[in-house]
């Protein structure tokens, strides 16, 4: 739905005008600023519009002879980051009455789209546009500040948003920070994946054969090859035979096919031959605990839809997509919960210091945008929750010993805000971290930009690569570093997702992602062919080679074996028009490595032991994924971790 501005703001503008009023309170009258700069407008009401991420920004501004008097925005940008931007450079431009005002990091394109279409208006209107720019308010830094609380959350993404929640359920008073201009980071731009066993669900879905054979490949294998993990693969293993006994049909899966399918999927070896694995406790945490998540998710709010499918490098169908398809179906409704439940949550408010008494971290060094200080003490501990590393180039050049090289122009998935704030601050009080050198590429990213969206494709079953040259070159159901590993090897390093009108995933003329398919297909983020043929021409391939290699594969669905690649899953058959092309190419996407946690959640020094009062969840944290992290299993991770965080600070 088209989004209108109103001075009546939705929740996370409130919690943008409201909480955020403590280091921006200064500014509340420079709506009465009058400036005598010369600048004339012809009164009247202006319209314009620029391209945002999800369509049109469009714009009407109406002006007296020297006054902007009201902005009246319709977009479809992303709720959450993208409103909430939208929303607050409005308020700045038509309260300092100026158009020096810079985009937001994360929101560049819908704050850029913003600015671009009032700027038109203006210009209509005759303003004096250089002038306008030249407009700039000094903002006067507040005094320094103390704040309290019993916990301390540092990050206000899905990690921290899930913390914050669940300390509040416990009755403890929280104070959250984040240093973005709204709530969400990562977690609302992901999309928003779920991986859990599910028997509610998955009963209602029917095995395939060659998941079948997966099964008895594992009763066929010997547990001691597992490492820490044999004794779940023993009792895995008693399940399966359980489970062909019975001779039910239903997707068989249990939190200890999880935690194997979490273990293979991170066994790696470093470019220096050391080999990391998931950590036992760790790992099993997650999977003995992710169902009570989900369903602890939904008492709050999160809508997931009735069956499961498979993310890509899930390796299982047991990931649950959101209704609502990307990460504002979580951020909204655990936001919505903090307010709810008492959580202060500042915002544009950047964590810089822990602070230590006698060993026990007690507190929070923060700074606010004005260039104040505020000194944040927690009365029972201090939860890092801040991401991840990926948006950090020389950061991951630092760490890298896994890919030959990650250029620091590679573009990433993630927040520009993600930049391992959190790891450092835990390093400066002696935290140990694990893991630092894996770095997981997304294979199917947004040239150009890195970004997940952008294209169309279903579930990692129906999903078909080809190279520029129309050749298949990977089992589509591996691992995501086996298909990141595989793409670089392509020419530019791109390829392409090939679907048809039944497995590209389009809903009411738009993808997952809330992108119109129509805009895609006119900006040739995507490309759209009634036939196989003319597709092979717009991307440049070889029109009989692409039907030959589409033929070959639809061909091995139905023998339910790919002898070319060994792919294991198989969805549905490409050969109903029309058909689509979505160009992709490797991007930064999760950093695996991170600050050292036990299961509770505590920090660990570099010796072992726990660090009183510190607790990290998320990406922020190592251990959980080892070398690569399965698809789906992210949010899995800062939910059902953030939710053990709340409940362990508060004892």
Known sequence: MKNTLKWLLTLSAILVVGLFILSQSNQSSLAETKWDDGVIFTPGTYKASA???????????????????????????????????????????????????????GASKSTGALIAAVTDCLTQAGGNINALKERKNETTAQDDEEMEADVIVIGGGGAG???????????????LIEKNIAV?????????????????????????????????GYLEDDPANYGDFAPTFEKLQGQIKEYFDSGETYLFDSPELHAIHTYI????????????????????????????????????????????????????????????????????????????????ILLETRGEELIQEDGKVVGVKASKKDGSQLTLKANKGVVIATGGFGANPKMRQEYNNYWEDIPLDMGTTNSPNITGDGIVMAQAVDADTTGMEFIQLMPSSQPGTGSLGGGVWGSAEDQVFFNGEGKRFVNEYSERDVLAAAA?????????????????????????????????????????????????????????????????????????????????????????GPFYATPRSPSVHHTMGGIAINSKT???????????????VGETTGGIHAGNRLGGNAIADIMTFGRIAGKEVVK
């Open 265 to 344: 999927g991170g066994k790696r070896e470093d470019k220096d031959g050391k080999e990391i694995s998931g950590n036992y406790d760790l790992v099993t945490t997650l999977t003995n605990n992710s169902l009570d998540t989900l369903h602890w998710m939904e008492d709050n709010g999160v809508e997931f839809s009735d069956q499961t499918s498979t993310i890509l490098g899930a390796l299982w169908p047991r990931s649950h997509v959101l209704v609502k398809g990307i990460g504002e179906g979580i951020v909204t409704p655990f936001a919505n919960k903090a307010e709810e439940n008492g959580v202060q």
């Open 51 to 105: 391209e945002g991420n999800h369509g049109p920004v469009e714009v009407e501004v109406t002006v007296s002879e020297d006054t902007i008097e009201s902005i009246k925005v319709n977009h479809e940008e992303t709720e959450g980051l993208g409103n909430v931007s939208i929303d607050k450079l409005v308020e700045t431009i038509q309260n300092e009455q100026t158009l020096a005002v810079d985009t937001v990091s």
């Open 602 to 616: 505590q920090v660990l020094d570099k010796d072992g032991q726990v660090i009183p009062g510190l607790f990290a």
């Open 184 to 216: 969400g980071g990562n977690t609302l731009i992901s999309g928003a994946g779920f991986n859990t066993y599910d028997p509610d669900r998955e009963q209602n879905q029917e095995i395939t054969d060659t998941l079948k054979e997966q099964l008895q």
């Open 488 to 576: 670089l090897e392509q020419p530019d390093q791109t390829f392409y997702i090939i679907c048809d009108e039944e497995t590209a995933g389009i809903k009411d003329g738009k993808n997952g992602w809330g992108d119109k398919v129509e805009d895609l297909i006119a900006s040739k983020s995507i490309y759209k062919a009634d036939t196989l043929e003319e597709l092979a021409e717009q991307i440049g391939a070889d029109p009989e080679t692409l039907v030959s290699e589409i033929d070959k594969y639809n061909s091995y669905i139905d023998a339910g074996e790919d002898p070319d690649f060994g792919k294991t899953n198989f969805g549905r058959k490409i050969d109903v």
């Open 161 to 175: 948003l899930a913390t914050a929640v669940s300390a509040s359920e416990e009755g403890a008073s929280v104070i």
